[in-house]
C-alpha cells in the first residue's frame, strides 16, 4: 500500500510546494538550493573534489554527418585538442551542478536506496530486489543502450552486463586511448562517492514521498558525474600528446604527482 500510494504521488517534474517540510530550499526557493551547492563546491570548482572527467569527440553536427554517411565519427586532432578538452570541462561542471541543484529540492527519501523499500519488478541475479533507484538507472541504460549511447567512448554504463542488442546499425569511433585506457570503468566507485558521500551533503533526511522524481534526479547526477569522471582519461592523453617529453619518465618512474 505505502508502495502504491508512493507511485500516485509522483507526477513527472513534480516538485514540492513552497516552504513545505519536502522542499530542500524551504522558504528561500530555488535560489537557497544554488548557494548550498555552491557552498559544497564553490562557484565553479567541482573539480576541488579532485575529479576529472567530461566528453570529447566530435562535435553533434560532425557526429550526425558521420553517422549518417556511415563513416568513422570524431577528429583525433580536434578531440584531443586542450581547447576543446577545456569547453567540453567547463559544459559538464555546469551539468553536474545544475543536476545537485535538482536533486536537493527533495528531501533525503531514504526508500528509494533500499532494497523492498519501494516495490520494483526488478530483481538481480541472486533474487535480491532492486532499489528503486537501481532500478530505474538498470532500466534507462536498457533503453539508452538500444540507440548507441553506450558504443560512444565517452560513455560508460553502470550496468554493462546487462546492455541489450541495438537497435541501430553501430557507429565507428576513431582510438583515442591506450587500450587499458579503453577498459576503464570506475561506475561503482562512482556510486559509492555519490550514496555515501556526496548525497548526505546535499539533502536533508526526511521523506517527502517524491520518489519518482528523486530516482531520477539521482540517476541524472550519477550520470553526468560518470561522464566527467571519465573523460579523465582524454584530458590525460591530450596533456601527454602535448608534450610526451616531459610524461614519458613520470610515467615510466609511475609518478602519480
Do not use: W
Not at 555546469?94 to 526508500?111: C, G
Not at 530505474?136 to 560512444?152: A, F, K, P, V
Not at 551533503?201 to 517527502?208: A, L, N, P, Y
Request: glycine share 10%; charged share 20%.
Amino acid at each position: 500500500a505505502a508502495a502504491a500510494s508512493s507511485v500516485r504521488r509522483y507526477e513527472p517534474g513534480a516538485r514540492p510546494s513552497a516552504g513545505g517540510r519536502g522542499c530542500r530550499c524551504a522558504g528561500g526557493g530555488p535560489r537557497r538550493a544554488g548557494k548550498a551547492a555552491h557552498a559544497v563546491f564553490g562557484p565553479r570548482s567541482f573539480g576541488a573534489l579532485a575529479f576529472a572527467g567530461a566528453r570529447g569527440t566530435a562535435s553533434p553536427a560532425a557526429r550526425c554527418s558521420a553517422a549518417t554517411k556511415g563513416d568513422t565519427v570524431g577528429s583525433p586532432s580536434l578531440s584531443l585538442d586542450l581547447n576543446d578538452v577545456r569547453d567540453a570541462l567547463i559544459r559538464m561542471e555546469d551539468s553536474i551542478i545544475f543536476a545537485i541543484i535538482e536533486r536537493t529540492q527533495f528531501l533525503r527519501n531514504q526508500n528509494v536506496y533500499e532494497s523492498g523499500g519501494v516495490n520494483v519488478p526488478g530483481f538481480d541475479v541472486g533474487g535480491r530486489q532492486q532499489s528503486m533507484v537501481e532500478y530505474i538507472l538498470r532500466n534507462t541504460e536498457q533503453m539508452h543502450g538500444q540507440i548507441r549511447r553506450y558504443t560512444s567512448p565517452d560513455e560508460h554504463p553502470f550496468y554493462p552486463e546487462d546492455l541489450p542488442k541495438l537497435v541501430l546499425p553501430p557507429i565507428n569511433y576513431p582510438s583515442l586511448l591506450h587500450p587499458y585506457g579503453e577498459r576503464i570503468n570506475i561506475n561503482d566507485q562512482v556510486m559509492t562517492l555519490y550514496f555515501e558521500n556526496l548525497l548526505p551533503r546535499i539533502t536533508v533526511d526526511g521523506d517527502d514521498g517524491n520518489y519518482g522524481s528523486t530516482a531520477l534526479c539521482d540517476v541524472n547526477v550519477l550520470q553526468t558525474l560518470s561522464k566527467r569522471i571519465h573523460y579523465g582519461k582524454y584530458v590525460a592523453e591530450s596533456k601527454f600528446n602535448a608534450n610526451p617529453d616531459l610524461y614519458e619518465p613520470l610515467i615510466k618512474a609511475k609518478d602519480e604527482a
